[in-house]
């Protein structure tokens, strides 16, 4: 692993807890805690939970310090507590909530400026991107719960509007190493480590499903049909009651989408988003298309062509435009687009292959069911990956609240199939005999 950096460790704690800030701006003390949902955490435990994971993994498990608040394991340690109890906990209010998070921060930062302890700089990275993760979490809790739009505090850098991007890309088979490799910087469990597997050519398309793209699946008769979906998709269907995404309407105004707390028009060329993956496996039988595989995905996205463009190269992209770091007319990242944007931005993001937009704007479905790579040893947090092996499917790629200093191209996170409150989207790839 390559060594990291105390003092930029220092700075990204610091910009999470500014974005924890703007997420739970203005929200009142009933908002904090909101209704009992099995997608969603009280915020209120929630930003007290991060903060305690920071004290748990690297001041009390790593510095041997005493816990800063005696009862913090029994409100906040999220292996020990269920789902449901977070509700009825005797939480802190706001303000000792705020003076905790401050205490830990306190104590993060000057540890992180105490000498060089490569361990110590694991965990605070590891524990700033799992803020990062929840950070990401309370932006889709506003989303689910009607909260106001939240105030990030920057505009959205001035992206056009290009419209849509149709079309596929062609790829040549090859071997493949899916997954991270050691000199690749902070990894996760589940990105360990990459193995070689061999591609079949395909074809996938330039850019994600538009919402445009989809009304024409709704229009067809796509949530009445049953043939378009599989027996627990159906099934899921028919519990969930929809006849379109989850927040679409249709009224007098035309096609509107919720965002927050305020119904717009929806935008044809935008990118769709907060669907499932039973939606998006029905969108592409309608289609006569299917989702990419987990390793299609990341070839396309970090893969290049040899010089005859007959296979793939040896060479893999940490980013789909080469190996620097994301810039804003790369990808939409980091909250500050408050949305997706049209499929067919960020043009200078394209991929080797000119796929466009596989970093940032939507998550994306992938075909593949979470499973571990080859020799897989969890990290000190066992319960990030393992437990949700074999239930859920990967996506890939980021989504518009989505941190750049988190996000790369073998990255993978997970959702169950049923999930459709998350920032997910998904691309097509093309079928072939």
Known sequence: MQKLNPNSIANQLQDAHQRTMAL?????DQQLIGPLLATVNPLLWEIGH?????????LRQHMKMPPIREDADGLYDSITIAHDDRWTLPL????QTLAYIRAVEEEIKACLADGDDPQRDYLAQYAVFHHDMHNEAYTYTRQILQYPEPQIGKAAHGISSPGGLDGDVSIPGGSFLLGAKEHDGFVFDNEKWAYAVEIEPFRIARAAVSNGDYLKFVKAGGYTKQ???DNDGWQWLK???LEHPVYWRHDADGWMIRKFDQWQPLSMHAALIHVSWYEAQAYCRWAGRRLPTEAEWEVAAAAEPTADGRLLAATKRHFPWGNEAPRPDQANLDGYALGTVDV?????????FGCRQMIGNVWEWTQDT????????PDMYQDYSQPLFGITKVLRGGAWPTRARMIRNTWRTYYGRERNDVFAGFRTCAITS
Not at 370 to 377: I, S
């Open 50 to 58: 991060a903060a305690y994971f920071y004290e748990y993994w690297v």
């Open 92 to 95: 802190p209010e706001l303000q």
């Open 370 to 377: 979470f499973a571990p790579y080859p020799g897989f040893v």
């Open 227 to 229: 043939e378009y979906w």
């Open 239 to 241: 519990r969930a009651g």
């Open 344 to 352: 067919g931005a960020h043009a200078a993001g394209d991929s080797a």
């Open 24 to 28: 739970i701006h203005g929200l009142s």
